[in-house]
């Protein structure tokens, strides 16, 4: 018989000990929600320059195609040139689309 309030007690002071451990977790979560807040703001920083990073190489994948794109156009005119005129493209053009590619 006496082992049954020896076990309540037992668990009654279990009780006590875990939910003070739970009230200081939440004093505490309280007091610095500043360093919850800059975890939080870190993440987004993270997440903002990867998606940066992402953009730059899309953007360097577009100037690398729009200069191939260029290059073929001005491939095309020398041809049509060739073929309409029987001569070549001429330097001004061939200048021309040179130094937009240097840009």
Not at 71 to 97: A, F, K, M, W, Y
């Amino acid at each position: 018989m006496t082992s049954r309030p020896v076990i309540l007690v037992f668990l009654l002071l279990v009780l006590i000990i875990t939910s003070q451990f739970e009230w200081k977790q939440q004093i505490e979560a309280e007091a610095n929600p500043t360093s919850q807040k800059t975890q939080i703001t870190d993440k987004e920083e993270l997440i903002k320059e990867k998606i940066i990073l992402s953009q730059e190489k899309s953007i360097q994948q577009l100037n690398e195609l729009v200069q191939s794109l260029q290059l073929q156009l001005l491939h095309c005119r020398g041809n049509n040139n060739t073929i309409h005129n029987s001569e070549n493209p001429s330097s001004d053009e061939i200048t021309q689309v040179e130094e937009t590619l240097q840009d």
